[in-house]
């Protein structure tokens, strides 16, 4: 009896491990080192975006990214996420790094598929320290991805942001010169902007465990 006790928990096991491995992410939770966030963003992985990436020349990603209320329109967090992705036409390999205010990563890729779970997605995008958020209400995400902004300034402005954001900060000094960047008039255009906005989440889902 104990073995076929055995036989049976290992087969649940095995049943169940896949399916709670395909459990997505949330869209926005607290962890030890603060808010984060998890969208997938896929309308920019259009035709046009796909010959940008095998083109050779490095492309370069700005994402901005906005916690916002809802209903309304107020934003309580921002955060950035700059990436460089070039492709080795001889080698048919991408090198990819990208810099959040948690620090800078390198991959490399050999698939596009692979490329875009890198950079057609937000994984555990961090906030800055002490963002509040409250149980009764609603949150969602606002995301504007641009490909290869012009501006040189805006550019040298977000690493400047990351690089002083990875040392600490406190969040109503850092919130007013990241909201700066969304209305920066020196932002110029872009070979592409895509804008994503998320469903909404409750406060109470945010904090859960």
């Known amino acids: 009896m104990a073995t076929?006790?055995?036989?049976?928990?290992?087969?649940?096991?095995?049943?169940?491990?896949?399916?709670?491995?395909?459990?997505?992410?949330?869209?926005?939770?607290?962890?030890?080192?603060?808010?984060v966030a998890n969208l997938s963003l896929g309308s920019l992985a259009t035709?046009?975006?796909?010959?940008?990436?095998?083109?050779?020349?490095t492309?370069?990603?700005l994402y901005r990214v906005l916690v916002k209320e809802?209903?309304?329109?107020?934003?309580?967090?921002?955060?950035?996420?700059?990436?460089?992705v070039t492709f080795d036409l001889w080698e048919e390999i991408w090198s990819v790094e990208c810099s959040t205010r948690a620090?800078?990563?390198?991959?490399?890729v050999a698939r596009y598929p692979q490329l875009l779970r890198h950079v057609a997605a937000l994984h555990e995008l961090p906030f800055p320290d002490g963002v509040k958020i409250w149980a009764?209400?609603?949150?969602?995400?606002?995301?504007?991805?641009?490909?290869?902004?012009?501006s040189r300034k805006l550019l040298e402005k977000v690493k400047l942001w990351l690089r002083q954001s990875e040392k600490g900060s406190q969040f109503s000094g850092y919130m007013g010169s990241m909201l700066s960047l969304f209305v920066d008039k020196s932002v110029g255009g872009s070979d592409m902007t895509v804008k994503v906005t998320s469903g909404s989440i409750t406060g109470r889902e945010v904090l859960a465990p």
């Open 136 to 150: 009764s209400r609603r949150y969602h995400l606002e995301v504007q991805v641009q490909l290869n902004p012009i």
């Open 59 to 61: 492309q370069r990603l």
């Open 4 to 35: 076929v006790r055995l036989l049976v928990f290992l087969v649940c096991a095995i049943v169940a491990t896949p399916a709670a491995a395909q459990v997505p992410p949330r869209l926005l939770h607290q962890r030890r080192g603060g808010l």
């Open 103 to 108: 620090g800078t990563r390198q991959v490399s």
């Open 47 to 57: 035709s046009a975006f796909e010959r940008k990436m095998r083109s050779g020349l």
């Open 70 to 84: 809802s209903p309304g329109d107020r934003t309580i967090a921002a955060s950035l996420r700059y990436c460089a």
